[in-house]
């Protein structure tokens, strides 16, 4: 089945920092991807869809400057908080979508957990 | 526009008791419904989906699901609880390429 992995699991960081986390499909390629935010208790709120060669598309109250996304190939798509701060500290998950899959049916990685100190 | 409700962020029931959990939808086109389960510090893991035809569908862990179309409802249920179900339970619709998600249930199973 389709499978999609998340690097790293868990990251501490310091204010001020900037975090990479990645996101990757591995068993099938993904021209699309979609990255979520779930804060403790909460439920998963698009942050935004990242799109294979171009640039991505942003929720509303999603600030693009601060949460870089690169989808430089077809299995990988890369999540950057800039100069993260406390606020930022929350369960990030990524999802993909193999081609032909009928009913836009999405496989979920399994999330990394950012804490900013 | 398309929306998500779960009735009841919280449900405990009794080891060996009937699970439900509700859910109803709201979307302007025929949805796809999906029901998610999310453990402690992992990502979420596909229960079971309805996209078309059968009402009733069966997921893994002995989950089921009716499809209401009149009530625009996905309520998921188990007729025995088991001590690992305890988790979070997350409904989503899909239409198109995005999904909407519930606030999510967290079951307790009580021993």
């Known amino acids: 089945g389709a499978v999609v992995s998340q690097h790293p699991s868990r990251v501490i960081c310091k204010s001020g920092t900037s975090v990479k986390i990645e996101c990757r499909s591995l068993d099938f390629q993904a021209t699309t991807m979609f990255w979520y935010r779930q804060f403790p208790k909460q439920s998963l709120m698009l942050m935004a869809t990242?799109?294979?060669?171009?640039?991505?598309?942003?929720e509303q109250g999603v600030e693009k400057d601060k949460f870089l996304i690169n989808h430089a190939s077809l299995t990988l798509s890369t999540l950057t908080v800039t100069s993260a701060h406390p606020e930022d500290s929350s369960f990030y998950i990524c999802s993909a979508r193999p081609p032909g899959t009928p009913y836009n049916e999405q496989f979920f990685g399994p999330g990394t957990r950012l804490t900013v100190l | 526009a398309q929306s998500v409700t779960q009735l009841g962020s919280h449900v405990s029931v009794s080891e060996g008791a009937l699970v439900l959990l509700r859910c109803n939808y709201s979307s302007s086109v025929p949805p796809y419904l999906f029901w998610y389960v999310q453990y402690p510090n992992q990502g979420l893991q596909l229960l079971l989906k309805?996209?078309?035809?059968?009402?009733l569908v069966k997921g893994i862990n002995g989950f089921e699901a009716e499809f209401k179309k009149s009530e625009t409802s996905f309520h998921l249920t188990k007729p025995s609880a088991h001590m690992s179900d305890a988790a979070e339970y997350f409904c989503a619709v899909n239409t198109g390429n995005q999904f909407y998600f519930g606030t999510g249930t967290s079951l307790t199973v009580i021993p």
């Open positions: 990242s799109n294979e060669g171009s640039k991505a598309t942003y």
């Open positions: 309805y996209t078309t035809g059968a009402t």
